[in-house]
């Protein structure tokens, strides 16, 4: 059998043992619904278990928000020093009503000392990723308009994903009008990020520094070795778990990756799971890669 279909078929193998494993691992979990999307921006090994399946984004959609910023940045139409005054207040996009968010409800109540006062863009920016400030959040989006961000997501190739509101807006909830995203959504975002299609050079490393500074890291980065290199975002609402980003092997280029989970009660089993399936992942992805050799010279 000549080297490279040899080379073809364990790869094959590898991908098909992968996917085995991950499904057996989601049925360890009864109910739950998990969606798995991988692309490997070296070899281009892609691995889609329901990767079109349409989830609530929780705070995954904090990545867009964070690039449409930057973008803002580097088309000029917003200083990079800019900063906002911050209001904890906010109209609902169904009827212009008024809300507010509750720092108890928020996993970074630290922001909220800072309503009434001028907060640099890039600040509310990284507590929004780091920390998943709801208040940066929706302070950034009403600077910078759902529709907008969502139709730069869908140019980096998030064909699925709408942002259509900031946080906590209850009344936009009980019409069911949600902020949604795919796994093949949230690996299209990152993969344009590490190919520097969101930004220039200098605007892709701060991005990514700011996503390597992510303080949750019980889910994807709980399946890798320790000391390995991700920048990525979470994210949660009731039952529901999510985890996205690029995970970087030594000197080489990352893999982006998503796994997205409904119908999980506890925080818990549904932290052991990704982290399972980010192991999973993990040792598929070092398996020899498809490569045809060169036949040496005589």
């Known amino acids: 059998m000549p080297g490279g279909e040899a080379a073809a078929q364990r790869a094959n193998a590898a991908q098909a043992a992968a996917r085995a494993a991950l499904v057996a691992r989601i049925a360890q979990v009864p109910g739950a619904q998990v969606a798995i999307a991988v692309y490997d921006l070296r070899t281009g090994r892609r691995l889609d278990i329901d990767g079109d399946t349409v989830f609530h984004a929780a705070s995954t959609m904090k990545v867009p928000v964070l690039f449409a910023l930057f973008r803002e940045f580097e088309r000029g139409r917003i200083r990079s020093n800019a900063t906002m005054l911050l209001e904890n207040r906010f109209a609902s996009i169904v009827d212009g009503s008024p809300y507010a968010l509750n720092p108890s ?156 989970t409904r119908a999980i009660p506890e925080d818990a089993v549904a932290d052991r799971l990704i982290a399972d399936c980010s192991r999973i992942v993990w040792d598929w992805l070092s398996t020899p890669e498809r490569r045809t050799r060169r036949a040496p010279r005589p």
């Open 105 to 260: 409800d928020d996993s970074d109540s630290t922001v909220y000392a800072m309503i009434g006062t001028e907060v640099p863009l890039k600040m509310l920016a990284s507590r929004m990723i780091t920390h998943s400030s709801n208040l940066a959040t929706n302070a950034l989006i009403t600077r910078l308009d759902p529709v907008r961000i969502t139709a730069l997501a869908r140019g980096f190739g998030a064909t699925s994903m709408v942002v259509r509101r900031g946080v906590e807006d209850n009344v936009a909830f009980r019409a069911g009008l949600n902020n949604t995203t795919t796994a093949n959504d949230l690996v299209a975002l990152f993969t344009a990020l590490e190919r520097g299609a969101v930004a220039t050079g200098a605007g892709t490393r701060e991005m990514l520094q700011i996503l390597e500074a992510q303080a949750f890291n019980e889910q994807i980065p709980a399946g890798l070795p320790p000391g390995t290199r991700i920048a990525h975002k979470t994210g949660a609402i009731t039952a529901t778990w999510h985890d996205a980003g690029l995970v970087y092997r030594t000197a080489r280029a990352p893999y982006a990756i998503a796994i997205l």
